[in-house]
């Protein structure tokens, strides 16, 4: 049955290398013509208001580029033409004509949707002040123009933040930025930046006065700098206090906005959410911490009102003591894998499945007892691996939950893995596995007697089922095209090899990150790549992937969700 026409807001992000993020919606909403079943989240629609739906004619046409397809044969065409959300054909010459928008790409490299398979968005979204990712930045002077023009596009006074996500070992003085270097880019706002989970972290003069102010108190050093430390420490007392003063429903709403605006920025259109450790309102609480309850009512509620321009897929963390994982058993009583649409939907059980695997030829009962249950009800499971040994203790006790209950058609993940061995890859393939691979080492990695992992070319010649995620924010950045470059590069953020002999292709690792990444969504047949009846997510990127001397400065001129422009720079035309 053919669906009317319905109005729909708008919303058009515009992205700065530097790291900044758009503020709020867009000032000019404009209505949107339902796009088939890919009707919902909002974007710029590119399709002409008299494009009829349903009528067998194109909505959007794309042509004279270099689009990379990422099908199994590796196809570069010229041209794609979109319906109703979906592609309809992909080729070298433009066959529909009638009302369709045409953009002409003049040659533009074109490649599928970034689907990023791990990463924690949601906590990002829920970041006091105006989170504003520094991931990008490679000097102080990067890192005051970043937050310089972050200010001007703020209210007046507003908090800018950034917690998590960058290492000041990428920036050229390997240091963080003084008080006083904070106070000549934003001398009118109060400025935090804090590195890892737990700092250490600097402020500027404003930032000072409030922080010690505060209840309890932090200790602000002459020159801005808070200490790092879990549990009761200064950063600790910083970053409860920013969350007690600015953190509201609509703060909330309005970082979730921004959260997805980055990503699509960078060409990132799907997150596979990880979820995040329990908050208990104190100090102890670090970047990771939030509300596992509540965190994804601002996302929720934008893709209920149809203002998300991302799509969105969740995963639910259990970390408990308890061999009898209540709190696990109540998630797998009341919870729905795979629950929702073609925006945003339920996920797994992970990146936590209980409080620890255990040591390696004894998993933990509380562990095998979780791997058990989920197994037996049919969910994901993805649990995640930075050691030599915890990997192993995880994969035998995926085989103790598989004796019991097949788990060889649930897509069982294991992320980050940077010391895995072939004996457990194959191990976890045997079980129908995967692996998710992330170029986290990038930020704080040094050179070690070893590579500093993953093995990413052993994994991809093994075959198991691999994809590439970011696990951005926190101790790793969210933009995927630096992970790309660690694993083509083994170079850490310093220029340094020390992932040698692991290097992988530009061509595999966008494989990755594109066709290789529906896998573990269970959406293959959907997303990853452009196809005849995949879904229309696209990327225009602002210089050619394949040959461009250093990948980290790949970003998004135009990025297409189910046929809707979400982020668009103004340079295609």
Same mark, same amino acid.
């Given at each position: 049955?053919?669906?009317?026409?319905?109005?729909?807001?708008?919303?058009s992000r515009?992205?700065?290398?530097?790291?900044?993020?758009?503020?709020?919606v867009?000032?000019?909403?404009?209505?949107?013509?339902?796009?088939?079943?890919?009707?919902?989240?909002?974007?710029?629609p590119?399709?002409?208001?008299?494009?009829?739906?349903?009528?067998g004619?194109?909505?959007?046409?794309?042509?004279?580029?270099?689009?990379?397809?990422?099908?199994?044969?590796?196809?570069v065409?010229?041209?794609?033409?979109?319906?109703?959300?979906?592609?309809?054909?992909?080729?070298?010459?433009?066959?529909?004509?009638?009302?369709?928008?045409?953009i002409?790409?003049?040659?533009?490299?074109?490649v599928?949707?970034?689907?990023?398979?791990?990463?924690?968005?949601?906590?990002?979204?829920?970041r006091?002040?105006?989170?504003t990712?520094?991931?990008n930045?490679?000097?102080?002077?990067?890192?005051?123009a970043t937050?310089?023009?972050?200010?001007?596009?703020?209210?007046?006074?507003?908090?800018?933040?950034?917690?998590?996500?960058?290492?000041?070992?990428?920036l050229?003085?390997?240091?963080?930025?003084?008080?006083?270097?904070?106070?000549?880019?934003v001398?009118?706002?109060?400025?935090?930046?804090?590195?890892?989970?737990?700092g250490?972290?600097v402020?500027?003069?404003?930032?000072?006065?409030?922080?010690?102010?505060?209840?309890?108190? =932090?200790? =602000?050093?002459?020159?801005?700098?808070?200490?790092a430390?879990f549990?009761?420490?200064?950063?600790?007392?910083?970053?409860?206090?920013?969350?007690?003063?600015?953190?509201?429903?609509?703060t909330?709403?309005?970082?979730?906005?921004?959260?997805?605006?980055?990503?699509?920025?960078?060409?990132?259109t799907t997150?596979?959410d990880?979820?995040?450790?329990?908050?208990?309102?104190?100090?102890?609480?670090?970047a990771?911490?939030?509300?596992?309850?509540?965190?994804?009512?601002?996302?929720?509620?934008?893709?209920r009102?149809?203002?998300?321009?991302?799509?969105l897929?969740?995963?639910?963390?259990?970390?408990?003591?308890?061999?009898?994982?209540?709190?696990?058993?109540?998630?797998?009583?009341?919870?729905?894998?795979?629950?929702?649409?073609?925006?945003?939907?339920?996920?797994?059980?992970g990146?936590?499945?209980?409080?620890?695997?255990?040591?390696?030829?004894?998993?933990?009962?509380?562990?095998?007892?979780?791997?058990?249950?989920?197994?037996e009800?049919?969910?994901?499971?993805?649990?995640?691996?930075?050691?030599?040994?915890?990997?192993?203790?995880?994969?035998?006790?995926?085989?103790?939950?598989?004796?019991?209950?097949?788990?060889?058609?649930?897509r069982?993940?294991?992320?980050h =893995?940077?010391?895995?061995?072939?004996?457990?890859?194959?191990?976890?393939?045997?079980?129908?596995?995967?692996?998710?691979?992330?170029?986290?080492?990038?930020?704080?990695?040094?050179?070690?007697?070893?590579?500093?992992?993953?093995?990413?070319r052993?994994?991809?010649?093994?075959?198991?089922?691999?994809?590439m995620?970011?696990?951005?924010?926190?101790?790793?950045?969210?933009?995927?095209w630096?992970?790309?470059?660690?694993?083509?590069?083994?170079?850490n953020?310093?220029?340094?090899?020390?992932?040698?002999?692991?290097?992988?292709?530009?061509?595999?690792?966008?494989?990755?990150y594109?066709?290789?990444?529906?896998?573990?969504?269970?959406?293959?047949?959907?997303?990853?790549?452009?196809?005849?009846?995949?879904?229309?997510?696209?990327?225009?990127l602002?210089?050619?992937?394949?040959?461009?001397?250093d990948?980290r400065?790949?970003?998004?001129?135009?990025?297409?969700?189910?046929?809707?422009?979400v982020?668009?720079?103004?340079?295609?035309d």
């Open positions: 049955m053919r669906r009317a026409p319905e109005s729909r807001t708008g919303l515009r992205s700065l290398l530097k790291g900044s993020v758009a503020a709020g867009a000032a000019a909403l404009a209505p949107a013509v339902t796009l088939g079943s890919s009707a919902g989240p909002g974007g710029q590119l399709v002409s208001p008299d494009a009829p739906d349903g009528s004619e194109a909505d959007l046409i794309l042509h004279n580029g270099k689009i990379h397809t990422m099908d199994a044969d590796g196809t065409a010229r041209a794609v033409t979109v319906r109703n959300g979906r592609i309809v054909s992909v080729g070298d010459g433009v066959k529909a004509g009638g009302k369709a928008r045409k002409n790409l003049h040659g533009a490299t074109v599928p949707g970034i689907i990023d398979n791990h990463n924690h968005i949601v906590l990002m979204g829920n006091p002040g105006h989170h990712p520094l991931e930045a490679y000097s102080i002077a990067d890192v005051q937050y310089a023009a972050r200010a001007a596009e703020i209210p007046a006074g507003g908090w800018i933040t950034t917690i998590g996500g960058f290492h000041f070992n990428h050229a003085e390997v240091r963080l930025p003084t008080l006083a270097e904070l106070d000549a880019a001398p009118n706002n109060p400025a935090y930046i804090s590195i890892s989970f737990a250490p972290s402020t500027n003069s404003l930032g000072k006065a409030f922080l010690e102010a505060a209840n309890p108190p =932090v200790t =602000v050093g002459a020159d801005g700098s808070i200490a430390g549990g009761d420490s200064p950063t600790g007392r910083a970053t409860l206090a920013l969350r007690r003063a600015l953190l509201t429903p609509e909330r709403r309005r970082g979730a906005i921004d959260a997805l605006a980055y990503g699509l920025g960078l060409g990132v997150h596979l990880q979820g995040a450790f329990q908050k208990t309102d104190s100090p102890s609480d670090g990771a911490h939030e509300d596992n309850y509540s965190m994804h009512l601002p996302f929720l509620d934008l893709y009102e149809g203002l998300a321009p991302a799509r897929r969740i995963n639910f963390l259990h970390m408990e003591s308890d061999p009898a994982t209540p709190e696990l058993v109540a998630r797998l009583q009341n919870q729905f894998p795979f629950f929702g649409g073609e925006w945003v939907k339920t996920g797994g059980i990146e936590f499945i209980a409080n620890t695997p255990g040591p390696a030829g004894n998993p933990s009962a509380q562990f095998v007892n979780a791997a058990t249950r989920i197994a009800r049919g969910w994901r499971a993805e649990v995640h691996s930075l050691s030599a040994t915890d990997f192993q203790a995880e994969i035998q006790g995926f085989e103790a939950a598989n004796a019991a209950f097949p788990i060889t058609d649930l069982w993940v294991v992320a =893995v940077p010391l895995i061995n072939e004996e457990y890859t194959n191990r976890l393939n045997a079980l129908g596995g995967g692996l998710s691979l992330t170029g986290w080492r990038y930020l704080a990695g040094n050179l070690g007697a070893v590579p500093s992992g993953p093995p990413f052993m994994i991809v010649d093994n075959g198991i089922n691999a994809g995620s970011s696990d951005g924010m926190q101790i790793a950045p969210m933009n995927p630096i992970h790309m470059y660690y694993a083509t590069t083994g170079l953020g310093r220029g340094v090899e020390i992932n040698f002999g692991q290097q992988i292709t530009r061509e595999e690792v966008l494989r990755l594109t066709s290789r990444n529906g896998w573990f969504l269970r959406e293959e047949d959907d997303l990853g790549s452009i196809e005849e009846g995949k879904l229309a997510d696209l990327v225009v602002n210089d050619d992937y394949f040959t461009v001397d990948v400065t790949i970003r998004s001129v135009l990025t297409v969700v189910g046929g809707l422009g982020h668009d720079e103004g340079v295609v």
